[in-house]
């Protein structure tokens, strides 16, 4: 593993080195395939995926936004523990609910698959295996969009270079100018010569907000072993409160009512709660059915399960 080296001025760097890039591009032909199809677009794709899923039966005909959350995992004694994070108050979605990293897929998060590895064609077949998948392209826009909101909202970054060797930290202030827009995600990656890692990530779930609230999401939950050497935070602007806790003790807390989280949130913390290593959840993920859940509304602050979904999603 190697360290990211000081660069100054990152913006002047990725500008010239957009016009020559092809010449440090991991080229795979299942990958150049699947770029050349990224020229549609991603707001209109992304579109394109909501109308889709809105076509299923959306009363309130609302703007279905793909997004990715992660479930970052690490082990611990006994057993394993996730890292959470409270939404912001001022948040439009779930205010002060504790969550896994996440957001909406983003059009740098296209313009990222070129210097992306983990999203050639042939993995995102086996990853992206249920019903009504969206098309590759925004399958692989969806796990960059995994990447870097783990680097915004953690400080967790899933990076390597050009000989796919992870690296091993990055500077503070790169992350700074990533969390306020000063630098894109694809731009950074340009500057510091490096690729975003989709390697760690596994397909867990599916999960659509229900019809009956005003914000809806197409959510992909993928887990990932957290990497050696960096520490998860919370950014303290979007996310406060960063934690790593059992799943054991997130349920307990949230029974309590110490610990406020939404619905499909409980439903993970339910699943983790059955495995003892990191390494098993992995290998459950890789071959688990990906069955595509929208929960029904049961009640204005509560939502529930068809029975035969129960832990069978």
Request: aromatic share 8%.
């Amino acid at each position: 593993m190697r360290a990211i080296a000081t660069r100054d001025s990152l913006r002047d760097r990725a500008a010239d080195a957009r016009p020559v890039a092809t010449s440090s591009r991991i080229e795979r032909p299942e990958q150049h395939r699947l770029l050349s199809s990224l020229a549609q677009p991603l707001r209109e794709r992304g579109r394109e995926l909501a109308g889709k899923v809105a076509s299923q039966g959306n009363a309130h005909d609302v703007e279905v936004r793909p997004a990715a959350t992660v479930m970052l995992l690490r082990d611990a004694s006994p057993g394993i523990e996730v890292f959470m994070l409270r939404r912001s108050s001022h948040s439009r979605f779930a205010p002060d609910a504790y969550v896994f990293p996440g957001g909406t897929l983003e059009p740098q998060d296209e313009a990222a698959c070129e210097r992306a590895v983990g999203i050639d064609e042939h993995r995102l077949r086996r990853l992206f295996r249920g019903e009504r998948a969206p098309a590759p392209s925004v399958q692989a826009a969806i796990m960059v969009t995994g990447v870097r909101e783990l680097f915004e909202e953690c400080g967790v970054l899933f990076a390597c270079d050009s000989t796919h060797e992870p690296v091993e930290g990055y500077r503070r202030e790169d992350l700074a100018s990533v969390r306020d827009r000063r630098l894109s995600f694809d731009d950074f990656l340009i500057a510091t010569e490096l690729y975003a890692d989709a390697r760690p990530l596994l397909l867990f779930s599916r999960w659509i907000t229900p019809k009956s609230e005003p914000q809806r999401y197409d959510v992909f939950f993928f887990v990932a072993p957290a990497p050696q050497g960096q520490n998860a935070e919370a950014d303290m602007v979007e996310t406060h409160d960063g934690m790593w806790l059992s799943p054991q003790e997130a349920v307990r807390r949230n029974d309590a009512a110490e610990l406020h989280v939404v619905f499909p949130t409980r439903k993970h913390l339910e699943r983790l709660q059955a495995f003892e290593s990191v390494a098993a959840v992995m290998d459950f993920a890789r071959t688990k059915p990906i069955v595509t859940v929208t929960a029904d509304s049961i009640a204005e602050a509560a939502f529930g399960l068809p029975a035969e979904l129960e832990n069978a999603w």
